[in-house]
């Protein structure tokens, strides 16, 4: 219970070639001061572990504080609803899950039952798959909180736990039962869905009760008890995409069309950013382009806002960024990468302020899926709901 | 399989040795350590001629005459890499630099890797020098490196003359010894230790060092 310490006594940090802090394999011998050695290659960015080291676990000492919650805005009914269901099951310790369309103020949902834990005496974790997302929650708990948040993730302060943590899932490798509620958002997000370890981290990290936000939950999140709210939270419709032929005339007419808002499309891969930059650049479009390597990601969206530009992302942007009044396109929608659940969410970026609660969202198609009409089933269906 | 320094999937080329083989490095990562080109013959330092730099002309009037092979150049990517390999513990990633390491090997030549200090050795765990030279082949500790706390004691004019901190415990027997080195910045370093090796015996000595730290670049050395 806490959190593992590289100590002089304890217990060895890789035993039987897992590690011992991240338990995976990826285990190599090299030659220590001392002579044959092994460290583990998957947590070096916690600081190597050696054989020859010890893991010490040591508890969290960072003060149990209370906290004062001012809303940043009235819950609308329906999601006072769905608040009112995480208390009743905070109070019987369950695991549930939130099934709420993009863009229904998922974020503000989870308030009330934060200050209920805080307020007990526990702590509190929310894991986001990426730290931009991370960066917004942060932001957002600080106005709303009077107790420090605590950033556990890549460019935060690596290594401290408070009372409300938000964190990416890597960086809690080494932390072993500690939070009392985990909140888990979007649960279905690349890390978390399909590696298992990632998971697995989280549970370790946590005392067994969690709760999932996402818009798309996967099959096996489903089978916890589920709230769902198919509605926005200013009471519009969610934009249904649209199914285009694609060609690079219609492609270049979208953005024409809407040559006062800002843009977005999405494209499979890293290499078709640079293809249809040119292709846009040819027509006299400035644009940028957005990819998980890139650095400046929150400048990038601020130029989005601010010029109305284009902005060509990979998929790295399909969750937990909101734009006010961007029209989207997904170029190439029969991908691969592109699944039922990422088509989704890529739609649910249009609309999510109320000053502008519709957008255009255009799959452009050369080929036609059950991915793209299941994406646009379930849309429909959460507006029929 | 995975590539071993992006982690990213690749497809990997079938030969009876991929069984064998265990780590692969994907084309993206392998070209992006760049190569030295034309430049002189003995430390390395690019220019257009290939003549014998001033800095190396300035060892060669001290009577210090050794031949340094650098095979990449210390950029922008020589320093990530170097970081994660040094600083980060990753060792194994130093077989993604074994192949051009071991293109040099000769034979009946012994490799002798500069050492660190014992505190050093303490905390890092490993002597990155020691690594590389092992990739290239037969190594043998013939160096001692005496402690960095003496040199902090020394003022700013004693430490850019600073004293040989390497001494030869025992007598060399050996004919042929190649140093092996990761940075050379100024080549301090490698002739004091060259240095140290030929009063002990040696009969002829040169060096290995895996990046060339540019002059022009304004990257700091580390």
Not at chain 2, 47 to 53: V, Y
Not at chain 2, 78 to 91: E, T
Request: aromatic fraction near 8%.
């Amino acid at each position: 219970m806490g959190e593992l310490i590289v100590a002089q006594a304890g217990k060895r940090a890789i035993r039987f070639g897992i590690c011992q802090r991240c338990l995976s394999t990826d285990v190599r011998t090299f030659t220590c001061h001392h002579g044959s050695c092994a460290y583990c290659r998957n947590c070096l960015y916690l600081g190597r572990v050696c054989r020859c080291d010890y893991l010490e676990e040591r508890d969290i000492t960072t003060p149990l504080e209370t906290t004062d919650l001012t809303m940043p805005f009235e819950l609308a009914p329906d999601q006072t609803r769905v608040a009112n269901r995480l208390l009743t099951w905070w109070d019987e310790r369950k695991t549930g899950l939130v099934h709420a369309v993009c863009g229904a103020g998922k974020t503000e949902m989870t308030f009330p039952v934060i200050e209920r834990v805080v307020n007990e005496g526990k702590r509190v974790l929310i894991v986001s798959p990426r730290k931009d997302v991370a960066i917004e929650w942060v932001e957002r708990l600080e106005r709303a909180f009077t107790v420090p948040v605590t950033r556990r993730y890549g460019g935060g302060d690596k290594d401290s736990i408070g009372m409300i943590t938000v964190a990416t899932a890597p960086l809690l490798m080494n932390v072993r039962d500690v939070f009392d509620y985990v909140v888990v958002d979007e649960s279905d997000a690349f890390p978390f869905a399909f590696d298992v370890a990632l998971w697995n981290t989280i549970r370790r990290a946590g005392r067994g009760v969690f709760l999932f936000i996402t818009a798309t939950p996967t099959v096996w999140q489903q089978l916890f008890p589920t709230v769902y709210l198919s509605r926005r939270y200013h009471g519009f419709d969610l934009p249904v995409p649209t199914l285009v032929k694609q060609s690079d005339e219609r492609l270049i007419a979208l953005c024409r069309r809407h040559a006062l808002k800002p843009r977005l499309l999405f494209v499979p891969t890293k290499a078709d950013l640079e293809r249809y930059r040119e292709t846009l650049e040819g027509a006299g479009l400035t644009c940028r382009t957005v990819s998980a390597e890139t650095e400046e990601r929150t400048d990038a969206l601020h130029w989005l806002q601010e010029t109305n530009g284009v902005v060509l992302a990979t998929s790295i942007w399909e969750r937990g960024m909101t734009v006010r009044d961007v029209q989207v396109g997904v170029l190439e929608s029969e991908h691969r990468l592109f699944s039922t659940r990422g088509l989704i969410q890529m739609a649910g970026r249009a609309g999510r302020k109320p000053d502008a609660p519709t957008g255009e969202v255009c799959f452009f198609y050369k080929e036609r899926t059950f991915r793209q009409d299941v994406a646009i089933r379930k849309i429909k269906e959460a507006n029929r709901r | 399989m995975k590539c071993l320094l992006c982690h990213e999937s690749m497809t990997v080329p079938w030969t009876p040795a991929t069984l064998w083989r265990r780590d692969w490095v994907c084309p993206s990562c392998e070209s992006k350590l760049t190569p030295l080109g034309t430049g002189c013959p003995r430390c390395g330092q690019p220019n257009e001629t290939g003549e014998t730099c001033s800095d190396c002309i300035r060892w060669l009037a001290l009577g210090l005459d050794l031949i340094v092979r650098c095979i990449y150049a210390y950029d922008e990517a020589g320093i990530n890499w170097l970081h994660r390999f040094k600083f980060s513990g990753d060792v194994v990633i130093a077989s993604s630099v074994a192949p051009a390491l071991r293109a040099l090997r000769s034979s009946n030549v012994t490799y002798v890797p500069i050492p660190v200090s014992r505190e050093r050795l303490q905390i890092r765990r490993f002597n990155q020098a020691e690594v590389l030279a092992r990739c290239i082949g037969p190594t043998r500790q013939l160096l001692e490196k005496t402690e960095v706390s003496s040199q902090r004691e020394l003022g700013k004019e004693g430490r850019r003359h600073r004293t040989n901190p390497f001494t030869v415990p025992t007598s060399v027997k050996c004919g042929k010894i190649i140093l092996v080195d990761d940075v050379y910045t100024t080549g301090t370093t490698l002739q004091q230790a060259a240095f140290s090796l030929r009063q002990a015996g040696a009969s002829e000595v040169s060096a290995i060092c895996l990046f060339r730290a540019l002059n022009k670049s304004k990257s700091r050395p580390i």
